[in-house]
């Protein structure tokens, strides 16, 4: 599965700019617009892997949570997502009590690829992201592990326990559905 997101991240890397970015910020704001509208219009959006990618490295590159870098998407169709981000596991090993000779990231450090692939479900509203696979360096990493760096890379004030890749969400501006297509996800408010 490496090798696969590698190939593809690398021709899509290619293709990202400032304007592909700046055609999903205009997307996201016509999304908050009418989600603010009373009663809100059925409308569909579609967003483009390559708009996604973009506005990932031009859009909100300072927004991304320190010690992370380079977060790729790949939408692979069926409610199916891949991705890959870079982790800096020593800035995440400084936060965390380590498992001893037991915990597969006593085993690294520095900043390493992160991949993984699940299927994302939504309805009315909601979501549900269910990890399938991970991996670091093409070597299974196991969804205690995954969770654990979800939650420290997602902790916010108002979350202080970040992201728990199990439990449902809601979809923001009133987005009742997220429909993923090879290369396409489509929003439905």
Excluded: W
């Amino acid at each position: 599965m490496l090798i696969l997101i590698a190939a593809v991240s690398s021709s899509a890397v290619s293709q990202l700019s400032r304007e592909q970015g700046g055609k999903l910020a205009l997307k996201i704001d016509g999304i908050n617009k009418n989600a603010a509208s009373e009663p809100v219009r059925p409308k569909t959006t579609p967003v483009s892997e390559l708009e996604v990618n973009s506005y990932l490295a031009f859009n909100i590159n300072d927004k991304i949570p320190r010690g992370l870098a380079s977060p790729e998407i790949r939408l692979v169709g069926d409610g199916q997502l891949a991705g890959r981000v870079f982790v800096d596991i020593d800035e995440f090993k400084r936060y965390r009590s380590s498992g001893g000779l037991l915990d597969p990231l006593s085993y690294i450090s520095g900043q390493v690829p992160l991949t993984a692939r699940g299927l994302l479900r939504t309805r009315s509203g909601k979501g549900q992201f269910q990890l399938a696979t991970a991996e670091i360096h093409g070597v299974p990493v196991p969804k205690q592990i995954v969770q654990e760096l979800v939650s420290f890379f997602s902790r916010t004030a108002e979350n202080p326990h970040g992201f728990n890749l199990d439990a449902p969400f809601n979809l923001p501006a009133k987005i009742r559905e997220i429909t993923v297509n090879p290369g396409e996800a489509l929003l439905v408010q």
